[in-house]
């Protein structure tokens, strides 16, 4: 099925589908992977070509088809990337508690894959299980993973839930952390922050 999207502006209405994209499947890979981090990509880059295959086919909605292939990748090829990638899958379909269980996969895999926890917080916090977030992410700190970043989720978390002098401190020790990313902060703003 695609994906119908409409850019409005002004009086110009653009179908998404429309618009050119790579023909070569190569070049696909490469400018969705633009806006991973170098060794992750790189890693991507590396995988068979099963992987890559459902890989975009989940990026362009296809998730049935998707499914088919990731059913096909044999145990000795699932990592941290396959159980992320299922995990978002299953996200975008509506089935959360599949999607909690494969990211959480991908973290004990490898505890460092932070595009897991930014996958697995959000599902937690729309489900209103704001304690299990926070748990994972201390979790995560108690075993060193990105500090910056963990008091980065943190104080999304606790800005959700009203928490604002928590959600304060959490920017404060993710900036003094060296923290590159301030997008995260701008929903705890509050006057001692």
Wanted: with cysteine; aromatic share 8%; charged share 25%.
């Amino acid at each position: 099925m695609p994906c119908r999207v409409w850019w409005l502006w002004s009086d110009t209405r653009v179908d998404i589908d429309s618009l050119a994209v790579p023909e070569d499947r190569g070049q696909q890979l490469e400018l969705i992977l633009t806006s991973y981090p170098d060794s992750l990509a790189e890693r991507y880059l590396e995988k068979e070509q099963l992987f890559q295959d459902a890989f975009l086919l989940a990026q362009s909605g296809r998730e049935e088809e998707a499914l088919e292939l990731w059913a096909r990748i044999p145990p000795t090829e699932q990592d941290d990337l396959y159980f992320f990638e299922l995990g978002c899958l299953f996200g975008r379909l509506g089935e959360l508690d599949k999607a909690l269980r494969l990211l959480d996969k991908a973290l004990v895999n490898n505890p460092e894959l932070l595009l897991a926890v930014e996958a697995m917080i959000p599902i937690m916090m729309e489900r209103g299980d704001f304690d299990r977030a926070i748990s994972k992410l201390q979790e995560l700190l108690n075993k060193g993973v990105n500090r910056p970043f963990c008091h980065a989720q943190l104080a999304i978390v606790h800005a959700r839930q009203g928490e604002l002098e928590k959600a304060a401190e959490d920017v404060r020790k993710a900036l003094a952390g060296g923290s590159v990313n301030q997008s995260f902060w701008f929903c705890c703003n509050s006057p001692r922050a």
